[in-house]
């Protein structure tokens, strides 16, 4: 059978690699899956219950839940986002399904999609599905990961139709000020970029308060704003996101994500509703277990002479190794039984780091840093 050229042309997932070595071994700590290690909290998953206990099974409106596009319009506000219910909001199958809706909708084949780097591993093989031809754009440690008017145009990102953004950022944990974010809107509206901005971390940010480019003058109409429940509510597996935008530009994903998943899953859709209305509280609660975890994990590496980012958001570490960052982790895995990411998978810039998550409990962590101490001192 052929395959299309535009899936052959994507590598299976550096992540992925990691994972089944890991799974060759018994009493492994994995540090390497983004995943919260809490459960959604316990009014939402009742939600859920109750919403299979009354039938709730058939397919809601293609956008979702009307009541439930309402209470995302209301939850936004906090990050002085404002948008219809009615006409601007899409809530999909994950913040992942709104990405390859996007993707389909904004990019036609040949155009040139900007992804700044290091970044999540699914934007490039995403342009790539889409037909478009990534550019990376390198953000550098010295600049705290953050996207500069410099690097777009060093990269050449004035010929992009489309800029994506992370912040915060996973691997990084880097987040962007207002002042650094008002340089990308600029450069975004001087060359006349749609911006695709995932901010599905924005309640995870530990150092000041979240700003999204959404909220630059003449950003609003050029930018779709992602989030979801994964994160911040801990829902990974309910599988709910949602989109924010311009009503041609909510028009234009509906069209395709009405033939491809033509509505969100219904039990998620309760559960979501459930989790805006009571779960504040949680999720303030979890956030404050990270920024724990988060600063015991740089102290750790500060006392074994890693060099190590202070991420500001998300919940990601992203020490360099001094090397092959393939290697390093590899070995680690091997010899410690400790599995972590190779910051190389997350594209230009990540090489020589390594990507380690601290959603993990705080004793699995003390035991996880301390054969990575270890494994250091040893080598």
């Not at 550019?135 to 600049?143: F, Y």
């Not at 559960?271 to 949680?282: I, K, M, N, P, V």
Request: hydrophobic letters at 40%; a negative charge; charged letters at 25%.
């Amino acid at each position: 059978m052929r395959i299309a050229d535009r899936v052959e042309r994507v590598p299976p997932s550096g992540i992925r690699r990691f994972f089944e070595l890991a799974e060759e071994k018994e009493e492994i700590i994995s540090l390497g899956v983004g995943e919260p290690d809490f459960s959604a909290p316990w009014a939402a998953r009742t939600a859920a219950i109750g919403s299979l206990e009354r039938g709730r099974t058939s397919y809601t409106a293609n956008r979702g839940m009307r009541e439930l596009r309402t209470q995302i319009a209301d939850h936004v506000r906090r990050y002085d986002l404002d948008y219809d219910p009615d006409e601007e909001i899409l809530v999909t199958t994950g913040a992942s399904e709104a990405l390859d809706v996007a993707m389909r909708a904004f990019v036609d084949p040949g155009d040139c999609v900007a992804v700044h780097q290091p970044s999540y591993i699914s934007y490039v093989p995403g342009v790539v599905f889409a037909g478009g031809e990534p550019l990376a754009v390198p953000t550098r440690p010295e600049n705290d990961f953050a996207l500069t008017y410099e690097d777009l145009t060093n990269a050449g990102a004035e010929d992009a139709e489309v800029l994506v953004l992370c912040y915060p950022n996973n691997p990084t944990g880097a987040t962007m000020s207002r002042s650094e974010l008002a340089e990308v809107a600029e450069f975004a509206v001087k060359h006349d970029l749609t911006v695709l901005s995932d901010e599905i971390y924005a309640a995870l940010t530990y150092v000041g308060e979240h700003t999204s480019i959404a909220t630059f003058p003449g950003m609003r109409e050029r930018t779709v704003v992602f989030n979801g429940f994964s994160k911040a509510y801990a829902m990974t597996g309910l599988r709910l996101g949602y989109a924010l935008g311009p009503p041609e530009a909510i028009r234009a994903m509906n069209r395709i994500h009405q033939y491809s998943m033509l509505s969100a899953p219904t039990t998620a859709q309760y559960a979501a509703l459930e989790a805006l209305r009571s779960c504040g509280d949680e999720v303030v609660e979890m956030r404050d277990q990270y920024d724990r975890r988060r600063r015991f994990v740089l102290s750790r590496f500060e006392e074994m002479g890693l060099d190590c980012f202070e991420a500001r958001g998300a919940f990601y570490a992203f020490p360099h190794c001094g090397g092959d960052d393939e290697r390093f982790a590899e070995e680690l895995l091997r010899q410690e039984d400790v599995a972590v990411v190779p910051g190389s998978v997350f594209g230009v810039g990540g090489e020589g780091h390594l990507r380690i998550s601290y959603a993990t409990g705080l004793d699995e962590l003390r035991t996880a840093m301390n054969r990575i101490e270890r494994f250091v001192d040893a080598r």
